[in-house]
């Protein structure tokens, strides 16, 4: 794409889905399920790459296959396929209701870092953004490891959009309120091709000419370190900025040892003693 200033702008795109087991048999279908590739399908876009499972292939071909782009079929052929795998290879042991986004996420700065790099010196700007379709529940775990993959995903300009299915993520609101991004909870799953193509298909340079959906209110209730639970008054080390929501003298991250003074002890005031 280009502005009116004539400047080339490459859109870099990365798609998290969230392929939960517990919460895909609980939710059942959505459809015939090609809302990913009807998204790119709209977008410009000129080369998928499937960054997990990596087994998959990279194609940039685009010829038509019965009216339809050969890419587009054969990227959701890849896609149930590996979906399919997952699940199968996870049947054994036990089934979680939350999803690793952080570690999917670190994976996707990775990616588009090593993008950027590779266009450091060819005319125009890039704009990357990651975009987080999620429906199952926050794991207050990878609160320290989430929030780390969404400063850097600030530090280099990437947008973080999140596409909520069913469970509302606070951990996600606030990636998207630090990065400049898009939180929206779909009232209606039935209705997710939509709400992707007129919501999250626009690039974050368009956006100030759309009217979108308004900003929803954040959570920034943090996690504490010894529990992983969310928290709205507890204890910060003053060393290593860790939070705890019980009081401990010795903090359990960086071993500082506090010491506190004992309250100053009271004079006992003599009594006069009456005169006889």
């Known amino acids: 794409m280009a502005e009116e200033t004539g400047t080339s702008i490459s859109s870099q795109l990365v798609i998290i889905l969230d392929t939960n087991p517990v919460w895909w048999g609980k939710c059942g279908s959505l459809g015939d399920g090609q809302g990913v590739s009807k998204t790119l399908e709209y977008s410009q876009m000129d080369k998928v790459v499937v960054l997990y499972p990596n087994r998959t292939h990279t194609s940039t071909e685009s010829s038509s296959n019965d009216g339809r782009y050969e890419l587009f079929c054969r990227m959701n052929e890849q896609i149930k396929d590996e979906v399919k795998t997952i699940v199968l290879q996870n049947m054994e042991g036990a089934f979680y209701s939350d999803s690793l986004i952080a570690g999917a996420m670190a994976i996707g700065l990775c990616y588009l870092n090593r993008i950027e790099k590779e266009n450091e010196f060819k005319e125009g700007t890039t704009s990357s953004r990651i975009l987080v379709i999620k429906g199952s529940e926050d794991n207050p775990e990878q609160y320290m490891n989430l929030m780390n993959a969404v400063f ?84 910060v080390c003053s060393v290593c900025l860790s939070i705890f929501c019980t009081f401990s003298p010795i903090c359990p991250t960086c071993q500082t040892s506090f010491k506190f003074l004992a309250p100053p002890k009271m004079l006992k005031k003599r009594s006069k003693k009456p005169p006889t």
């Open 152 to 235: 850097t995903a600030q530090k280099q300009n990437v947008v973080i959009d999140a596409c909520i299915l069913d469970n509302d993520s606070g951990l996600l609101q606030q990636a998207c309120d630090i990065t400049g991004g898009i939180y929206l909870k779909i009232p209606q799953i039935t209705g997710l091709l939509q709400y992707l193509l007129w919501v999250f298909l626009p690039d974050p340079l368009e956006r100030p000419k759309l009217s979108l959906p308004p900003k929803v209110q954040v959570d920034y209730r943090a996690a504490c370190f010894c529990h992983r639970n969310l928290i709205d008054i507890g204890y």
